[in-house]
């Protein structure tokens, strides 16, 4: 019973915390009046209290409702025995969560008076004036005994001007004794109950907090003159965006009982929409007006050529109403697009211009711009075909035409009267004339036409007679089952047409083995691996239909294997064999009594007689088989038994850890089987290094890089058994290196060592404690003893190991200590922009080190020009190309860290010329000059006041040295000198050059 009520408690709570939502958005709040007297103690229902009740029922209500929605609690006598002042506000009227209300009502423990009327008036107290409504629920088990008046305050309230409604829940009463209290209510418009159940509760607190519908009249109303439509299509849609109406036509009012709340209602019409957005309120009087807005869709319409897509003017359109039976007549002065007003719907829009027509089919829509353009076209080409009056069914003909041959234009069949734009097989007529079309398997008249692509018109037509064809076969009446045979035939030999085998009777469309006619008049057909009676027919592709058949008789083929009646388990044999010899037929090796399909290791007959199997890894009997490719059957079969093999492996009983060592064996040599160690006892099929038995005896194996108990082992790759086992014991290997104890940070040092040399050991460098398998620069130890390494570029503490490849783990070590290196730069003489500069240097001379140039400043790594100092110093560097400050650098290549540096300034420096001697024409002008010197630099001559970008009379490359020599111009006069940077063009130094008479 319990649980039943808490059920049908929770299912009114959901529907109220739906109203509650509704109820907050109009700013209404909740008090409840809470009777805790001691006579709530009284049992009521299943020997359960009222108090206990209400607290479970509270507990559900608080669980489903808004915790948004605000809500107060005011409880009397739940502190003290005859004390009629005992009221008290438990809950501030606000926003609480569901734990927070039912604690409230759980902590209070009845006790005491009765006093109604002091605690609703202690309740309207607690609604805000700016509430535009508000509800009073008392729940009580008795009356007033306080001497208070509760009729008397519900004539306060009515008279406040504020919606408050008082509700009486008697809890447990009789009903005369809650018709007392009736007053509340009917002075407030609030609702009286009676609940003797938890149950009767619940429905209670659900029915007075839930809002009331209000009737709210829709009016879609003319916005221009404001009269009422006689019917409309409504679109309603609720708070929560909920549909109330959807596409519904009713009348131009339409009267909808609401919930609080705000609604969105959409109004259409023939010609009309119109949109309201309004708040349901207890206080909303009068109709919702929709106001109603004329509507016209706007259609912008041009025109182009439809051969050249030209776009064109003065167009007449033609607007049809299919619906109404109306049409309009526009004229278009100009080109461009032209707007069409229309109310919405269908239309078809045609034009004309000049001999062009066109039209199309466009739909309105209201709200949205619709652009079409309409290809207009002159008249129809005009086109013939040419063909045979008849034709044999399903052939190929060529069809002559003459025609405009526009973009895609085709050639095709069709039925007779056949619907403009049906089309079958086609051919373009970009082919040429003529062209090829491949006819129905049909009978009777067909139309062959010239269809136009760009307009879908046909422009052309010829009737053609399709007349029957006929085939015949000619192959044996009977043949082996499975095998190929040859079939010779006559027919029509149409595209894809082919002869095929199926059982007699089979439905038209089936077929097995085939081979297309155009083969040849000989084709081959496989026979299917059946007995008993079959067809070979010839089939029109086309059509699927059987143009000639021929009954042959399938017989049983027979066949036979032979192979040694023992065979050793995994080895390879021979078997001899006699069958027909199928395509893809195969001789296979299985279980005896294997079920048909099976196989293991299996060989072609295609690939001769005898062919070779290999036989499982396994004993006792065993099945070869003759197997049917086609069919899976198994044709011939011969029992074999598979017999024990024995090996063994023979190797040192001890060796080192990571070595390699050479393992002598006998056995099967099986393919891929092969030799391994692994730990002792290690599961089958396990394996570390490994050789293939196919290697020879015997074999090399590299151990691993561990100690103790292991195993060599013969394993037979099919199965992975181990066929024999030796112990074999891994014993340490012993090593050291040696080097010196101070190494310069970056350089080159030798390495002497001791070790096992096994594959891929090395000898490495790594920071001091770095873990297992850490590498800097490392050599192998198979280069030889000693070995050379680079330090790393830095300082202090770093280890020298001896590194086992195998497991990367340290054989052995010794602590090195990197010191500081230093390097020296020197520059001689100036740089110049562009021009070369030498570098003395001192420093490490590390691999791979340089001297390089950067802007000052620069970040480490940078470089431009530079040169390894494997080249010696001094080294040659091309100098930057602009002025400015530089500095040169000792880069250690390693770490890219500056070793050393150097400021420079690149610049120009004095730049100067001078003549030696007088100058004759057609003379020699010997040049002193001072500059960079470069090799885009040059001394010219040019005339006087040339500009500087003036073409040289005469010039020289400054690379050549100072003093050169120019050849003088051949006239007299007063010419220029000049030293300028052809990259640049600037003239560096200029002096006037007289050149005497």
Same mark, same amino acid.
């Given at each position: 019973?319990?649980?039943?009520?808490?059920?049908?408690?929770?299912?009114?709570?959901?529907?109220? =915390?739906?109203?509650?939502?509704?109820?907050?958005?109009?700013?209404?709040?909740?008090?409840?009046?809470?009777?805790?007297?001691?006579?709530?103690?009284?049992?009521?229902?299943?020997?359960?209290?009222?108090?206990?009740?209400?607290? /479970?029922?509270?507990?559900?209500?608080?669980?489903?409702?808004?915790?948004?929605? *605000?809500?107060?609690?005011? %409880?009397?006598?739940?502190?003290?025995?005859?004390?009629?002042?005992? +009221?008290?506000?438990?809950?501030?009227?606000?926003?609480?969560? %569901?734990?927070?209300?039912?604690?409230?009502?759980?902590?209070?423990? *009845?006790?005491?008076?009765?006093?109604?009327?002091?605690?609703?008036?202690?309740?309207?107290?607690?609604?805000?004036?700016?509430?535009?409504?508000?509800?009073?629920?008392?729940?009580?088990?008795?009356?007033? @005994?306080?001497?208070?008046? *509760?009729?008397?305050?519900?004539?306060?309230?009515?008279?406040?001007? +504020?919606?408050?409604?008082?509700?009486?829940?008697?809890?447990?009463?009789?009903?005369?004794?809650?018709?007392?209290?009736?007053?509340?209510?009917?002075?407030?418009?609030?609702?009286?109950?009676?609940?003797?159940?938890?149950?009767?509760?619940?429905?209670?607190?659900?029915?007075?907090? $839930?809002?009331?519908?209000?009737?709210?009249?829709?009016?879609?109303?003319?916005?221009?003159?404001?009269?009422?439509?006689?019917?409309?299509?409504?679109?309603?849609?609720?708070?929560?965006? !909920?549909?109330?109406?959807? !596409?519904?036509?009713?009348?131009?009012?339409?009267?909808?009982?609401?919930?609080?709340?705000?609604?969105?209602?959409?109004?259409?019409?023939?010609?009309?929409?119109?949109?309201?957005?309004?708040?349901?309120?207890?206080?909303?009087?009068?109709?919702?007006?929709?106001?109603?807005?004329?509507?016209?869709?706007?259609?912008?319409?041009?025109?182009? @050529?439809?051969? #050249?897509?030209?776009?064109?003017?003065?167009?007449?359109?033609?607007?049809?109403?299919? %619906?109404?039976?109306?049409?309009?007549?526009?004229?278009?002065?100009?080109?461009?697009?032209?707007?069409?007003?229309?109310?919405?719907?269908?239309?078809?829009?045609?034009?004309? =211009?000049?001999?062009? #027509?066109?039209?199309?089919?466009?739909?309105?829509?209201?709200?949205?711009?619709?652009?079409?353009?309409?290809?207009?076209?002159?008249?129809?080409?005009?086109?013939?075909?040419?063909?045979? &009056?008849?034709?044999?069914?399903?052939?190929? +003909?060529?069809?002559?035409?003459?025609?405009?041959?526009?973009?895609?234009?085709?050639?095709?069949?069709?039925?007779?009267?056949?619907?403009?734009?049906?089309?079958?097989?086609? #051919?373009?007529?970009?082919?040429?004339?003529?062209?090829?079309?491949?006819?129905? /398997?049909?009978?009777?008249?067909?139309?062959?036409?010239?269809?136009?692509?760009?307009?879908?018109?046909?422009? $052309?037509?010829?009737?053609?007679?399709?007349?029957?064809?006929?085939?015949?076969?000619?192959?044996?009446?009977?043949?082996?089952?499975?095998?190929?045979?040859?079939?010779?035939?006559?027919?029509?030999?149409?595209?894809?047409?082919?002869?095929?085998?199926?059982?007699?009777? &089979?439905?038209?469309?089936?077929?097995?083995?085939?081979?297309?006619?155009?083969?040849?008049?000989?084709?081959?057909?496989?026979?299917?691996?059946?007995?008993?009676?079959?067809?070979?027919?010839?089939?029109?592709?086309?059509?699927?239909?059987?143009?000639?058949?021929? !009954?042959?008789?399938?017989?049983?083929?027979?066949?036979?294997?032979?192979?040694?009646?023992?065979?050793?388990?995994?080895?390879?044999?021979?078997?001899?064999?006699?069958?027909?010899?199928?395509?893809?037929?195969?001789?296979?090796?299985?279980?005896?009594?294997?079920?048909?399909?099976?196989?293991?290791?299996?060989?072609?007959?295609?690939?001769?007689?005898?062919?070779?199997?290999?036989?499982?890894?396994?004993?006792? %009997?065993?099945?070869?088989?003759?197997?049917?490719?086609?069919?899976?059957?198994?044709?011939?079969?011969?029992?074999?038994?598979?017999?024990?093999?024995?090996?063994?492996?023979?190797?040192?009983?001890?060796?080192?850890?990571?070595?390699?060592?050479?393992?002598?064996?006998?056995?099967?040599? @099986?393919?891929?089987?092969?030799?391994?160690?692994?730990?002792?006892?290690?599961?089958?099929?396990?394996?570390?290094?490994?050789?293939?038995?196919?290697?020879?005896?015997?074999?090399?194996?590299?151990?691993?890089?561990?100690?103790?108990?292991?195993?060599?082992?013969?394993?037979?790759?099919?199965?992975?058994?181990?066929?024999?086992?030796?112990?074999?014991?891994?014993?340490?290997?012993?090593?050291?290196?040696?080097?010196?104890?101070?190494?310069?940070?970056?350089?080159?040092?030798?390495? &002497?060592?001791?070790?096992?040399?096994?594959?891929?050991?090395?000898?490495?460098?790594?920071?001091?404690?770095?873990?297992?398998?850490?590498?800097?620069?490392? #050599?192998?130890?198979?280069?030889?003893?000693?070995?050379?390494?680079?330090?790393?570029?830095?300082?202090?503490?770093?280890?020298?190991?001896?590194?086992?490849?195998?497991?990367?783990?340290?054989?052995?070590?010794?602590?090195?200590?990197?010191?500081?290196?230093?390097?020296?730069?020197?520059?001689?003489?100036?740089?110049?922009?562009?021009?070369?500069?030498?570098?003395?240097?001192?420093?490490?001379?590390?691999?791979?080190?340089?001297?390089?140039?950067?802007?000052?400043?620069?970040?480490?790594?940078?470089?431009?020009?530079?040169?390894?100092?494997?080249?010696?110093?001094?080294?040659?560097?091309?100098?930057?190309?602009?002025?400015?400050?530089?500095?040169?650098?000792?880069?250690?290549?390693?770490?890219?860290?500056?070793?050393?540096?150097?400021?420079?300034?690149?610049?120009?420096?004095?730049?100067?010329?001078?003549?030696?001697?007088?100058?004759?024409?057609?003379?020699?002008?010997?040049?002193?000059?001072?500059?960079?010197?470069?090799?885009?630099?040059?001394?010219?001559?040019?005339?006087?006041?040339?500009?500087?970008?003036?073409?040289?009379?005469?010039?020289?490359?400054?690379?050549?040295?100072?003093?050169?020599?120019?050849?003088?111009?051949?006239?007299?006069?007063?010419?220029?000198?000049?030293?300028?940077?052809?990259?640049?063009?600037?003239?560096?130094?200029?002096?006037?050059?007289?050149?005497?008479?």
């Amino acid at each position: 019973m319990h649980r039943i009520l808490k059920g049908l408690v929770a299912t009114a709570a959901v529907s109220l =915390s739906a109203a509650t939502g509704a109820a907050q958005t109009a700013e209404r709040a909740t008090v409840m009046v809470f009777d805790a007297s001691g006579s709530m103690w009284a049992q009521i229902e299943d020997g359960k209290s009222r108090i206990e009740i209400a607290r /479970d029922v509270i507990d559900d209500y608080a669980a489903n409702r808004d915790a948004d929605a *605000p809500i107060g609690v005011v %409880a009397y006598g739940h502190h003290r025995r005859g004390d009629c002042g005992d +009221i008290e506000t438990v809950l501030p009227l606000g926003a609480h969560d %569901a734990a927070t209300l039912s604690s409230t009502i759980r902590a209070i423990n *009845p006790v005491g008076m009765t006093p109604l009327t002091d605690s609703l008036r202690r309740a309207r107290q607690m609604i805000p004036r700016t509430a535009e409504s508000a509800d009073i629920i008392l729940v009580t088990d008795g009356l007033e @005994n306080c001497g208070g008046d *509760p009729c008397a305050l519900a004539r306060e309230i009515a008279g406040e001007g +504020i919606d408050i409604r008082a509700h009486v829940v008697g809890f447990g009463m009789e009903a005369e004794a809650v018709q007392t209290m009736s007053c509340l209510p009917e002075q407030t418009g609030g609702q009286l109950f009676t609940a003797n159940t938890g149950a009767e509760l619940a429905e209670a607190l659900t029915v007075v907090s $839930a809002p009331q519908p209000q009737a709210v009249e829709l009016r879609a109303v003319d916005a221009a003159d404001g009269a009422m439509l006689d019917s409309a299509t409504w679109n309603v849609a609720g708070p929560g965006g !909920e549909a109330i109406l959807r !596409e519904e036509t009713r009348t131009g009012a339409v009267t909808l009982d609401l919930m609080p709340g705000g609604y969105i209602a959409d109004a259409t019409a023939p010609g009309y929409a119109g949109t309201a957005r309004f708040e349901v309120t207890p206080e909303m009087a009068g109709p919702v007006e929709v106001m109603m807005q004329r509507q016209f869709a706007r259609v912008l319409v041009s025109a182009e @050529n439809a051969a #050249t897509g030209e776009a064109l003017s003065g167009v007449e359109w033609t607007v049809i109403d299919p %619906a109404a039976e109306t049409a309009e007549t526009h004229v278009a002065e100009g080109a461009g697009a032209y707007e069409l007003r229309v109310e919405p719907g269908d239309y078809r829009i045609e034009g004309r =211009s000049g001999d062009m #027509t066109g039209g199309l089919s466009v739909t309105a829509e209201l709200g949205r711009e619709t652009r079409v353009t309409v290809p207009l076209s002159a008249p129809l080409p005009e086109a013939t075909l040419d063909a045979p &009056a008849e034709a044999p069914a399903g052939a190929t +003909i060529q069809v002559g035409w003459d025609g405009p041959d526009d973009d895609r234009d085709y050639i095709t069949w069709v039925e007779p009267g056949a619907p403009e734009g049906s089309y079958n097989a086609y #051919t373009r007529t970009s082919r040429g004339s003529p062209v090829s079309i491949q006819l129905p /398997d049909a009978l009777g008249q067909h139309e062959l036409r010239y269809v136009h692509q760009e307009t879908g018109r046909t422009l $052309a037509s010829r009737t053609i007679t399709l007349t029957p064809v006929e085939a015949t076969l000619d192959a044996p009446q009977q043949a082996v089952a499975g095998s190929t045979i040859e079939v010779a035939w006559s027919g029509p030999d149409n595209d894809r047409d082919y002869i095929t085998v199926v059982e007699a009777g &089979a439905p038209e469309g089936e077929y097995l083995d085939y081979t297309r006619t155009s083969r040849g008049s000989l084709v081959s057909i496989q026979l299917p691996d059946a007995l008993g009676a079959h067809e070979l027919r010839y089939v029109i592709q086309q059509s699927g239909r059987t143009l000639a058949s021929r !009954e042959i008789e399938l017989v049983p083929a027979t066949g036979s294997v032979s192979a040694p009646e023992e065979i050793p388990a995994g080895s390879t044999f021979e078997v001899a064999w006699d069958g027909p010899d199928n395509d893809r037929d195969y001789i296979t090796i299985v279980e005896a009594g294997a079920p048909e399909g099976e196989y293991l290791d299996y060989t072609r007959t295609s690939r001769g007689n005898p062919v070779t199997l290999q036989a499982p890894d396994a004993l006792g %009997a065993y099945e070869v088989r003759y197997v049917i490719q086609q069919s899976g059957r198994t044709l011939a079969s011969q029992e074999v038994t598979l017999t024990p093999v024995s090996a063994s492996v023979s190797g040192p009983d001890e060796a080192v850890a990571g070595s390699t060592i050479e393992v002598e064996w006998d056995g099967p040599d @099986n393919p891929r089987d092969y030799i391994t160690v692994v730990e002792a006892g290690a599961p089958e099929g396990e394996y570390l290094d490994y050789t293939r038995t196919s290697r020879g005896s015997p074999v090399s194996i590299q151990l691993p890089d561990a100690l103790g108990a292991h195993e060599l082992r013969y394993v037979v790759q099919q199965s992975g058994r181990t066929l024999a086992r030796q112990p074999i014991t891994l014993v340490p290997a012993a090593g050291s290196v040696h080097a010196p104890e101070e190494i310069p940070a970056g350089s080159t040092f030798e390495v &002497a060592w001791e070790g096992p040399d096994n594959d891929r050991d090395y000898i490495t460098i790594v920071e001091a404690g770095a873990p297992e398998g850490a590498s800097l620069d490392y #050599t192998r130890t198979s280069r030889g003893n000693p070995l050379t390494l680079q330090a790393p570029d830095g300082l202090g503490t770093y280890e020298v190991r001896y590194v086992i490849q195998q497991s990367g783990r340290t054989l052995a070590s010794q602590e090195v200590t990197l010191t500081p290196v230093s390097a020296q730069l020197m520059v001689n003489g100036p740089v110049v922009p562009g021009g070369t500069f030498d570098v003395q240097w001192t420093g490490p001379d590390n691999p791979r080190d340089y001297i390089t140039i950067v802007e000052a400043g620069a970040s480490e790594g940078s470089y431009t020009d530079y040169v390894r100092t494997s080249r010696g110093s001094p080294v040659t560097l091309d100098a930057p190309d602009q002025e400015g400050d530089y500095e040169v650098r000792y880069v250690i290549q390693q770490s890219g860290r500056t070793l050393a540096s150097l400021p420079v300034t690149v610049g120009a420096g004095e730049v100067s010329l001078s003549v030696e001697g007088a100058v004759s024409p057609g003379g020699v002008v010997n040049v002193v000059w001072q500059g960079p010197g470069r090799y885009e630099d040059f001394i010219e001559i040019v005339s006087e006041g040339a500009p500087d970008d003036a073409e040289a009379l005469r010039d020289a490359r400054a690379s050549q040295g100072s003093p050169l020599q120019l050849f003088a111009p051949s006239g007299a006069g007063t010419y220029e000198l000049r030293y300028r940077a052809s990259d640049s063009g600037e003239v560096l130094a200029r002096i006037p050059l007289e050149v005497g008479g």
